[in-house]
Nanobody, 114 residues
Framework: QVQLVESGGGLVTPGGSLILSCAASGNFFRINTMGWYRQAPGKQRELVATITRGAVTNYADSVKGRFTISRDNTKNTVYLQMNSLKPEDTAVYCC????????WGQGTQVTVSS
């Protein structure tokens, strides 16, 4: 079992920045791909970014150039640096990890509003 705990969400004005963190704990051998997904009110959950254990990254077109995903394998933690935030980035952001099975965090709210 893997437990994922996100932190770092909050309220930010347009153009601002936030850093999300997601720490994995529990009984596992190794975590492979980790990622961030988001779900806005009334919309389906969508991929934001993923990163493999070897640091190969993938981004949604809507966040390319603004968001950066990274991870620290020694801490089993994945980060999402979000810059130039827009109101349309408002959503609940959830962490995802693959370790023999797929696990999800509870999510953290990000609100971009003036």
């Amino acid at each position: 079992q893997v437990q994922l705990v996100e932190s770092g969400g909050g309220l930010v004005t347009p153009g601002g920045s936030l850093i999300l963190s997601c720490a994995a704990s529990g009984n596992f051998f190794r975590i492979n791909t980790m990622g961030w997904y988001r779900q806005a009110p009334g919309k389906q959950r969508e991929l934001v970014a993923t990163i493999t254990r070897g640091a190969v990254t993938n981004y949604a077109d809507s966040v390319k150039g603004r968001f950066t995903i990274s991870r620290d394998n020694t801490k089993n933690t994945v980060y999402l640096q979000m810059n130039s935030l827009k109101p349309e980035d408002t959503a609940v952001y959830c962490c995802n990890a693959n370790a023999q099975a797929t696990y999800w965090g509870q999510g953290t709210q990000v609100t971009v509003s003036s």
